[in-house]
């Protein structure tokens, strides 16, 4: 939660296989209702978070999916993609996007 997801696309990772873990959690976690109780989620890095705190993560990273993957639509390159920073409105908050848009573009193209 402190950094954008390392996706180990080499390995048999894929932004899908990311956002469908995501949802995984938030499926199998129990919302909090009014501040008692509820399932905290511990992140392998970073602070405890709760429902809301994962699917705000989970929104951000399918936002920036669907703008790479509207890029790469575009027939924009790799290079094209880094310099138009689709990343930029997160990147105070998650730091360096380089090895996540890499990720995301290596996912979604090899599938074409």
Do not use: W
Not at 11 to 26: A, R
Not at 60 to 76: F, G, L, Q, Y
């Amino acid at each position: 939660m402190v950094g954008y997801p390392v996706i180990d696309v080499a390995k048999g990772g894929s932004i899908q296989g990311t956002i469908d873990g995501l949802n995984k959690i938030l499926e199998i976690a129990i919302p909090q209702f009014r501040s008692q109780g509820g399932t905290y989620i511990i992140p392998g890095h970073g602070r405890l978070c709760d429902e809301g705190d994962v699917a705000n993560y989970r929104n951000m990273v399918v936002k920036i999916r669907d703008r790479i993957d509207d890029m790469i639509k575009s027939d924009m390159t790799l290079q094209q993609i880094k310099a138009a920073k689709p990343t930029l409105d997160y990147d105070g908050r998650y730091g360096s996007p380089d090895a996540f848009i890499d990720a995301i573009h290596r996912s979604l193209t090899q599938k074409r």
